[in-house]
């Protein structure tokens, strides 16, 4: 294994780690849906667990809904995507997670909400060797770790948005986790999902979140002091940078609400201001403005669909 310090994690020289056949995948939001969708593609029998039976149907068709247009697309076949579905279970209840190797946990970013999940699947697991990933944007493992009596086999794996078509994972390991639970999820992010892994510490936001979040929250402050429109904004780094899309799109696609959490829990680490929420973010999320999965954020999706 690569030890913290040097560039990506080369996951070639763990063929020998057993492979996860049994996973489970808890919230089936935009992350746990895609989370769910590249393991299923890659041979893994996967369990979705989400709060309501309503959010497991929803997390259901957004897969599927993912699926038709790789099929559209010329990128999979129809009978691939039957089979994909097939090894997909789509339920409301924690207790259909007894057998797992791993579960990612993929709901909302709230430490306690976190916690809570955490200590419960702990009591659930049957497994001794089963390992507890998070996919958390920001909250520190450790935290997660000492909920369970198993903190080495707790560590996070942090996907992008979205998952199927961004190939990177950070592998985030706390002071307890294992060498022997870093190389099964490092193999299973890059050996099953073919992802490339990197590795971070355990520190709020790990590496991505650390240098992105301030980026975006200075991009809502610049639009909300009226120095530029939302527009500029995001055509300026476009266009100028050769980024994909600009921080205030961006941030619609993050969610507001995840922004926000992801900043909060920066700032509770770091006391640093720059990683303090605008206030224009914080309204935004208390009108319900959540960006493209709400329909609104700082763009409208729904007249543009
Ligand atoms: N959105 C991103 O770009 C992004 C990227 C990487 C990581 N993350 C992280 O992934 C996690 C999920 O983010 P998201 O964007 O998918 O959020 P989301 O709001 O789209 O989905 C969260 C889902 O969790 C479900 N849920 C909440 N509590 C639950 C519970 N107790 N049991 C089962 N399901 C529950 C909700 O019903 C919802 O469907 C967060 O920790 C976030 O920080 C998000």
Known sequence: MTSAGSTAVSTDQLSDVPAIARMGVVGAGQMGSGIAEVAAKAGVDVIIVEASESAATAGRARIEKSL?????????????EVAILDRLTFSSDLESLTDRELVVEAIIENENAKTGLFRRLDEILEDELAILASNTSSIPIMKLAMATRRPEQVIGIHFFNPVPVLHLVELVT????????QDRAAAFSGN???????????RAGFIVNALLIPYILSAVRMFESGFASKEDIDQGMVTGCAHPMGPLALADLIGLDTTK????????????????????LARMCEAGLLGRKS?????DYERRS
């Open 174 to 181: 706390s002071l307890h986790t294992s060498s022997a639970t």
């Open 261 to 280: 959490a992801v900043a909060e829990s920066l700032y509770e680490e770091f006391k640093e201001q720059l990683y303090a929420p605008p206030p224009l």
């Open 295 to 299: 329909g609104r954020g700082f763009y």
């Open 192 to 202: 099953q999902l073919g992802k490339r892994v990197i590795l971070s510490k355990d």
């Open 68 to 80: 038709d247009r790789a099929v559209k697309a010329g990128k999979l076949d129809a009978s691939e």
